[in-house]
């Protein structure tokens, strides 16, 4: 089974910049849509980006175009999240999922990472 490791969370100031890393483990994610989706206190669960397999399709939450950055090295097995201008609503858990499409619909995507807690704050 395909399993998922995210990193690169913490806390950050407003303004900020994070990079989140989500390696993959057990098979090759080069046939896999990605997705990022996020999870704050009291809220479901909503898309923040997602990528194609071939990394030639991408999509945003409008909270975070022209501030987040998707994308994926398939030689490292690895898809990241480049943060930039990070906003106190941007706190939440943020996590990796793998999936037959890039949508930014939770339930499309078939494996989970455990998930890494993103803090902006002042």
């Known amino acids: 089974q395909l399993q998922l490791v995210e990193s690169g969370g913490g806390l950050v100031q407003p303004g900020g910049s994070l990079r989140l890393s989500c390696a993959a483990s057990?098979?090759?994610?080069?046939?896999?849509?990605m997705g990022w989706f996020r999870q704050a206190p009291g809220k479901e669960r909503e898309g923040v980006s997602c990528i194609s397999s071939s990394g030639g399709s991408t999509n945003y939450a409008d909270s975070v175009k022209g501030r987040f950055t998707i994308s994926r090295d398939n030689a490292k097995n690895t898809v990241y999240l480049q943060m930039n201008s990070l906003k106190p609503e941007d706190t939440g858990v943020y996590y990796c999922?793998?999936?037959?499409?890039?949508?930014?619909?939770?339930?499309?995507?078939?494996?989970w990472g455990q998930g890494t807690q993103v803090t902006v704050s002042s």
């Open positions: 999922a793998a999936g037959p499409r890039a949508t930014m619909t939770p339930v499309e995507f078939d494996y």
């Open positions: 057990r098979f090759t994610l080069d046939y896999y849509a």
